[in-house]
């Protein structure tokens, strides 16, 4: 079984500054690691996510997370973040294997101040 | 091509009723996943259908059940409705369904149990 962490619940931040959101996990397997993003009264959008290779994977919109095995860790950052950025980003991990759930961290929301 | 729909957007139902929630994936994808949004419990995976099968379930009662039509499109139903079943219930697509694929989501059904 897998869990995860996401150590911040609420972040607030002023446009332009980089964020960086916490994401820790716990596996006995493999896994393969996902950053979803939820804005409003919407359902989850994949921002990036990590199956192998690099260990630094970036999504097209600025934002990139890297695979840390040894502290067990996928933390997300964006050097500079906007106004369009504010949003509920979920950690989230799967094993390898058959099975294909996704199992979720709680959510950080991250709110960008004018 | 067309995102994941899912009907009807909002429902308010009574304890002790059931409900039938719908989910059409995108065209092409034959997996179909479940997953429970609360604000105490966050996400959690219901089920996983492939090919009309049920391929994985999460924890929950029994009172959870889903299937898969051959066309794909699946629904889930919640019988025996209780105060603690009021959620957003997500559903996710993708084409196999194997893990590490990215998983589409809709955007969900939000379900209020008086």
């Known amino acids: 079984a897998q869990s995860v962490t996401q150590l911040d619940s609420q972040v607030p931040v002023f446009e332009e500054a980089p964020v960086e959101l916490r994401c820790n996990y716990s596996?006995?397997?493999?896994?393969?690691l996902f950053w979803y993003v939820q804005y409003p009264n919407q359902g989850l959008q994949l921002l990036l996510k990590?199956?192998?290779?690099?260990?630094l994977v970036k999504s097209i919109n600025g934002f990139e997370a890297e695979f840390n095995k040894s502290q067990t860790s996928f933390h997300l950052r964006k050097p500079s973040v906007h106004i369009s950025d504010t949003a509920e980003y979920f950690c989230a991990v799967s094993d390898t294997g058959s099975a294909r759930q996704l199992t979720f961290g709680s959510g950080t929301q991250l709110t960008v101040l004018p | 091509k067309a995102g994941v729909t899912q009907t009807p957007r909002y429902l308010i139902k009574t304890r002790g009723q059931q409900v039938t929630l719908s989910c059409s994936p995108i065209s092409g994808h034959r997996s179909v996943s479940w997953y429970q949004q609360t604000p105490g419990q966050g996400l959690q995976f219901l089920f996983e259908?492939?090919?009309?099968?049920?391929?994985n379930k999460g924890n929950f009662p029994g009172r959870f059940s889903g299937r898969q039509f051959s066309n794909s499109r699946s629904e889930m139903n919640v019988s025996t409705l209780e105060l603690g079943d009021s959620a957003l219930y997500l559903c996710?697509?993708?084409?196999?369904?194997?893990?590490?694929?990215?998983?589409?989501f809709g955007p969900g059904t939000r379900l209020l149990v008086l």
């Open positions: 596996s006995s397997v493999s896994v393969y």
């Open positions: 259908y492939f090919s009309e099968t049920q391929r």
């Open positions: 996710a697509s993708s084409f196999s369904g194997s893990s590490g694929e990215t998983q589409y």
């Open positions: 990590y199956l192998s290779g690099s260990t």
